[in-house]
C-alpha cells in the first residue's frame, strides 16, 4: 500500500506564491517512483500540471505553468513539492499527487493518488 498526502493549499492573491507538498508512505512505495501533479478545476476535466523522475534529473510541465511553477523532490523525505509563483485565478483548482508511472504527463498510468488540497487564486 502506497499513501499520499499532499498539503499546502489555501487562499492567495493573484500574483503571490504556494508551495504544495506531498508527503508518500507505504511499506511498498518506491522513493524512485516518477510522481505527478494534476489539477482538476469545478466542472472541468482534472490536468496534468507537473511531473519529475525518480532521480529528480527530468520534469515535465504542462505550458500553462511553464516559468512559474517548479516540481522537486527529496527523497530522504519522500516528499515532493509543487513551487507555484505568479498565480492566476485560472490556477484555483484541487491539486492532486500521483505516483508511480510510465507516462508522467498522463493522468491514466498513475498507480497512486493522494486526496487533493484546494488552491484558490482571488483576483
Given at each position: 500500500?502506497?499513501?499520499?498526502?499532499?498539503?499546502?493549499?489555501?487562499?492567495?492573491?493573484a500574483?503571490?506564491?504556494?508551495?504544495?507538498?506531498?508527503?508518500a508512505?507505504?511499506?511498498?512505495f518506491?522513493?524512485?517512483?516518477?510522481?505527478?501533479?494534476?489539477?482538476?478545476?469545478?466542472?472541468?476535466?482534472?490536468?496534468?500540471?507537473?511531473?519529475?523522475?525518480g532521480?529528480?534529473?527530468?520534469?515535465?510541465?504542462?505550458?500553462?505553468?511553464?516559468?512559474?511553477?517548479t516540481?522537486?523532490?527529496?527523497?530522504?523525505?519522500?516528499?515532493?513539492?509543487?513551487?507555484?509563483?505568479s498565480?492566476?485565478?485560472?490556477?484555483?483548482?484541487?491539486y492532486?499527487?500521483?505516483?508511480?508511472?510510465?507516462?508522467p504527463?498522463?493522468?491514466?498510468?498513475?498507480?497512486?493518488w493522494?486526496?487533493?488540497?484546494?488552491?484558490?487564486?482571488?483576483?
Amino acid at each position: 500500500q502506497v499513501q499520499l498526502v499532499e498539503s499546502g493549499g489555501g487562499l492567495v492573491q493573484a500574483g503571490g506564491s504556494l508551495r504544495l507538498s506531498c508527503a508518500a508512505s507505504g511499506r511498498t512505495f518506491n522513493i524512485y517512483y516518477t510522481m505527478g501533479w494534476f489539477h482538476q478545476a469545478p466542472g472541468k476535466e482534472r490536468e496534468f500540471v507537473a511531473a519529475i523522475s525518480g532521480s529528480g534529473h527530468s520534469t515535465y510541465y504542462a505550458d500553462s505553468v511553464k516559468g512559474r511553477f517548479t516540481i522537486s523532490r527529496d527523497n530522504a523525505k519522500n516528499t515532493v513539492y509543487l513551487h507555484m509563483n505568479s498565480l492566476k485565478p485560472e490556477d484555483t483548482a484541487v491539486y492532486y499527487c500521483a505516483a508511480d508511472t510510465t507516462i508522467p504527463d498522463s493522468q491514466l498510468g498513475y498507480r497512486y493518488w493522494g486526496q487533493g488540497t484546494q488552491v484558490t487564486v482571488s483576483s
